[in-house]
């Protein structure tokens, strides 16, 4: 069984800043793409940042230069900096990776339960 557990959301100031993680767990084979999505109060879920296995990265234009995505290919992790963060940014954060299980075939997507993330004065 996969999962994807996100953490590190929370309450900040505009301006501040915040750095999410997300841990995957279980029999896995190997980590393909992973991604941050984010989804407002009303709004559509959309994808914020993506890190392929080797490490090439893309953002969303409405965070570049503030958020950055990285990932550890030992731990299983992806983590997203978000910096000079915006009340536009309040918002259900969600991790997603496409993994391959022990034993599977392809790379199902897999997602997270999602982590608050509000920024208010």
């Known amino acids: 069984q996969v999962q994807l557990v996100e953490s590190g959301g929370g309450l900040v100031q505009p301006g501040g800043s915040l750095r999410l993680s997300c841990a995957a767990s279980?029999?896995?084979?190997?980590?393909?793409?992973m991604r941050w999505y984010r989804q407002a109060a009303g709004k559509e879920r959309e994808l914020v940042a993506t890190i392929t296995s080797g490490g090439i990265t893309n953002v969303a234009d409405s965070v570049k230069g503030r958020f950055t995505i990285s990932r550890d290919n030992v731990k299983n992790m992806v983590y997203l900096q978000m910096d000079n963060l915006k009340p536009e940014d309040t918002a259900v954060y969600y991790c997603?990776?496409?993994?391959?299980?022990?034993?599977?075939?392809?790379?199902?997507?897999?997602w997270g339960q999602g982590t608050q993330v509000t920024v208010s004065s």
């Open positions: 279980g029999s896995i084979f190997s980590i393909s793409h």
């Open positions: 997603n990776a496409d993994i391959r299980a022990e034993g599977g075939i392809g790379y199902p997507t897999y």
